[in-house]
C-alpha cells in the first residue's frame, strides 16, 4: 500500500487495488490528462549475471536490456499457450518483474525449476508495491516498465490497425510499500479499465488458459518472432507464418439503453450460436459501455453480436464490433499452392 490507497472515498478490491475514490466518470478524465493510479501488481526481482540470457531463453522476447529499459515478456506452453505473462524492465543490476495478483508464486516456482546451474537469483518482493502513471504526469523514482503500446516491439509485428481517440500512454513503476505519493491527479482502476479497453489494449486477464499471444495480438510487444528457440515457439511460427488464430480479440460497443454490464466470461452470440465471450467490460466516460471479447475467426467483422449479462446471463445486450485482430491474421509465409503431382493440363478444345 501507498498514501494513495487511504484516501478519503477510496473504495478498494483485492484483485484490482483502488476501484475508484467516489467518482469514476471524473476520475476517467483525469485519467486522459495524466493521474497516478495504485494498481494492485505483484513484483518478483532478479538477480545475477544470467539473468538476461537466461530468462531469454525461456521466453518469448528477446532481453538485450540496457539499465532503464523495459519491455513485455511472455511464458508459453510447450503448445504455445500463454502461462505468464511479465512486464519487465532492468536497472543494470537486477531484472524486475510486475506480474497480475495471484501470478507470482506460480511464475516464481517455474522459474526455479528452470534455473538449472544457471547463475540468477529469485526474490519475492513483498515489499515493493506499483503505482501506475498515466499520460504526461510525473512518475515518481522506482524501476519504471513503459507500455509501447500500440507499436510493435523490435521483432514483433502488429496485426491490427485500430488506434483509439485518445493515446494510449501507460507506465507501472515500483516504489517501497508505504511510499509517500502526491495526491492531487489520481484515479482508481476502473479509469484504467476503461481507458484500456478503449485502446484495445491487451492483458492478462484477456487470456483463457486456451489463448495463444496471436489471438490477442500480443506478437505486437511481447514476442520477437526472429530470435532462439524457446518453449511454444513452434506454435508461434506455425500459426504467424503458415496459419490463422483460431479466435481473435476484438472491442465491443455495447447497448447501454438497460443499464446492464456483462461480466468476464459472459457468452457472446451470433443469432442462437456461441460466438466467443468477454474477456473485460467497464464503462467509458466517451464510448459508454464497451468490452474486449475474444471471437471465433469465423464471425463476420460486421456480424451483430448478443452478449448475455445478469445474474441468470439471459439479459441480452446487443453489440457491434471494433476490429482489433482481424479474420485474414497470419498466413505471413503461406507458400503458393503447387499442382498436384501427376496433373495433367489439357490443351484446349480444338473444333
Not at 518469448?60 to 513485455?72: A, C, H, M, V
Not at 490477442?216 to 526472429?226: F, G, K, S
Not at 466516460?285 to 475467426?297: F, T, V
Request: charged fraction near 25%; aromatic fraction near 4%; include cysteine.
Amino acid at each position: 500500500m501507498t498514501t494513495l490507497d487511504s484516501l478519503p472515498g477510496a473504495v478498494a478490491d483485492e484483485r484490482s487495488g483502488v476501484l475508484h475514490y467516489g467518482q469514476p466518470i471524473r476520475e476517467q478524465r483525469t485519467f486522459d490528462r495524466g493521474a497516478l493510479v495504485p494498481v494492485a501488481r505483484e513484483v518478483l526481482q532478479l538477480t545475477g549475471p544470467d539473468r538476461l540470457t537466461w530468462l531469454d531463453s525461456i521466453t518469448t522476447q528477446q532481453l538485450n536490456l540496457k539499465p532503464g529499459d523495459s519491455t513485455e515478456d511472455l511464458v508459453l506452453s510447450p503448445n504455445g499457450k500463454i502461462e505468464h505473462a511479465m512486464k519487465l524492465v532492468d536497472d543494470g543490476e537486477s531484472l524486475w518483474i510486475i506480474v497480475d495478483p495471484g501470478a507470482r508464486a506460480s511464475l516464481a516456482e517455474f522459474l526455479l525449476r528452470m534455473r538449472f546451474m544457471r547463475q540468477v537469483e529469485i526474490f519475492e518482493r513483498d515489499d515493493l508495491v506499483v503505482v501506475g502513471v498515466s499520460g504526461a504526469l510525473e512518475a515518481p523514482d522506482g524501476p519504471a516498465w513503459r507500455d509501447g503500446w500500440p507499436e510493435a516491439a523490435p521483432g514483433g509485428v502488429r496485426y491490427g490497425s485500430y488506434l483509439p481517440d485518445t493515446a494510449w500512454s501507460w507506465r507501472e513503476v515500483i516504489v517501497p510499500a508505504g511510499a509517500e505519493l502526491p495526491t492531487d491527479a489520481v484515479a482508481g482502476s476502473v479509469a484504467y479499465d476503461a481507458a484500456r479497453i478503449a485502446a484495445g489494449r491487451p492483458s492478462a486477464a484477456d487470456a483463457d488458459d486456451r489463448a495463444i499471444p496471436h489471438e490477442l495480438d500480443w506478437l505486437t510487444t511481447a514476442v520477437h518472432l526472429t530470435k532462439g528457440c524457446y518453449r511454444g515457439q513452434e506454435t508461434v511460427a506455425k500459426v504467424h507464418n503458415l496459419g490463422a488464430p483460431p479466435r481473435r480479440l476484438t472491442l465491443l460497443h455495447l447497448d447501454g439503453s438497460d443499464s446492464v454490464m456483462p461480466v468476464s466470461g459472459a457468452e457472446v452470440r451470433v443469432g442462437d450460436k456461441a460466438a466467443g465471450h468477454v474477456t473485460s467490460a467497464a464503462y467509458h466516460h466517451e464510448l459508454g459501455p464497451i468490452a474486449l471479447a475474444l471471437l471465433k475467426r469465423s464471425v463476420a467483422p460486421d456480424a451483430q453480436l448478443t452478449v448475455l449479462a445478469g445474474d441468470d446471463a439471459t439479459h441480452e445486450i446487443s453489440a457491434a464490433q471494433e476490429v482489433l485482430v482481424p479474420p485474414e491474421a497470419g498466413h505471413a509465409n503461406r507458400p503458393p499452392r503447387l499442382p498436384r503431382l501427376g496433373a495433367v493440363k489439357r490443351p484446349p478444345n480444338r473444333p
